[in-house]
């Protein structure tokens, strides 16, 4: 069966068609993504532009032709915070349904921290006991934990790396008191949530799972010893420390010649560091483990399991 994922997030709109089947493990065949960043088209008011809106209608119209030429036999479609927390949520959802000619899944947090829980666990397997997973998007950050397949606790807090670029790192480069300010909040963010995480055992394995943490890590990180042609990255907290001011003092534009550094991720790499560092520090973690698998493989393997119990 070929299955379609369509993530829409608050950074891109990033496809993944998959071959899957009950018992197995997904193949990925095509990844396909336009870049959006819709934190751009945040009105005052917290709606997304009408701009924002085509834009993103636009987008979401091709990854519906590019599944249609991969000969999905079904797309998954899914919205993450950006569409969720728009002022203007419902007419932007409606706009996307019309375009994909089907409904559209609106992820709550906890929800979609649940869904990259379960596709890390199957990753890392049984045998990685108890895990901490961070993952931060353009909107939001996930936190889960736990030593099952779904997480005894999962978060979701407003420390996406486009939200924080947009709020407090206005400036190219940004100054050393928008660091500060946002190194601050994010603090203040985490402190409260790092206490309800203090109740868990502690983790075996520390897992990030985003894009932009797989980003850091092929900055400021070291191949997994003993590993080899596998994405597995580790990311110390000092290493990635060390790289925020170096990365603050670059313009975004000459940011991608760095390791790792996509375009897409140019503008919000400063705020995604910065708040990826204070979540390990309030955590008391030393390194992270990078997991190719994310949320898109969480939907995958979630709907592959619903197909089997049906």
Sequence with gaps: MRLGVLDIGSNTVHLLVATARAGGRPTARTSDRTVLRLMRYLTPDGAISEEGVSALVEAVTRARHRAETEGVDELLATATSAVRDAVNGAEVIARIEAALGQPLQVLGGETEARFTFLAVRRWFGWSAGQILLFDIGG????????????????????LGAGRM?????????????????????????????????????????????????????????????????IERMVLPRAALKDWIPRLARIPAEARQELPGITPDRTFQIVAGAVVLHQAMKAMDVDELEVSPWALREGVLLRYIESLAQG
């Design 139 to 158: 909107g939001s950050l996930e936190i889960a934990g736990g030593a099952d397949e779904l997480p005894d606790l999962a978060e979701s807090v407003a």
């Design 165 to 229: 670029t947009v709020q407090f790192l206005p400036d190219d480069p940004p100054r050393d008191d928008e660091i500060e300010a946002l190194r601050d909040h994010a603090a203040s963010v985490l402190a409260p949530v790092a206490e309800r995480f203090a109740a868990l055992p502690r983790p075996d394995h520390v897992v990030g799972s985003s894009k932009a943490i797989r980003s850091l890590a092929k900055l400021a990180g070291f191949p997994v010893p003993g590993w080899s042609g």
